[in-house]
């Protein structure tokens, strides 16, 4: 892969926890519990949707889902949260050359190369070395193509 190809990587699963109490302790509840059950998570976003409320996000390997189903549901009912939700057709898409991810702008160009083929961004997570979005997964292939076009193509093709 050229330097500035993308990564991508299915087998992943969005899960929501929808309408929990906005309070101190929530996030270190539901990520203790998934830590000791051995679940990895990745990208984790957490938004406030007002009336105290809140909604947690956050994505893991497919292998995974039986045993996340399971704990959430437990916390849904201990954080009297409205709602669980999975999404298993999601993919992620991300940059991960830190020279380029700290170039000025190139978070923009990321997406608005996926915007203009289409492709909605569910979830983004930056850091030095990476910019990841979370796309829907039917869409993986058409992201991978603009971003190959936007930011240079892989080598090994």
Do not use: W, Y
Not at 107 to 130: E, Q, V
Request: glycine share 8%; proline share 4%; net charge negative.
């Amino acid at each position: 892969m050229s330097p500035h190809g993308p990564h991508t990587e299915a087998n992943v699963v969005k899960i929501t926890l929808r309408g929990a109490p906005d309070r101190p302790g929530m996030a270190a509840g539901i990520f203790s519990s998934l830590g000791q059950r051995g679940i990895n998570v990745d990208l984790i976003t957490a938004s406030a949707i007002g009336g105290g409320r809140s909604d947690v996000s956050f994505i893991v390997s497919q292998q995974d889902l039986d045993r996340v189903t399971e704990t959430m549901e437990t916390l849904r009912a201990e954080f009297e949260a409205e709602e669980v939700l999975i999404d298993p057709n999601v993919a992620i898409v991300s940059l991960q050359v830190a020279e380029l991810v700290q170039t000025p702008g190139t978070a923009g160009r990321m997406f608005a190369a996926l915007s203009g083929r289409g492709i909605n961004i569910d979830m983004i997570s930056t850091s030095m070395a990476s910019i990841t979005c979370v796309i829907p997964e039917n869409r993986v292939e058409d992201a991978v193509r603009v971003l190959e076009e936007e930011f240079g193509r892989r080598r090994d093709s």
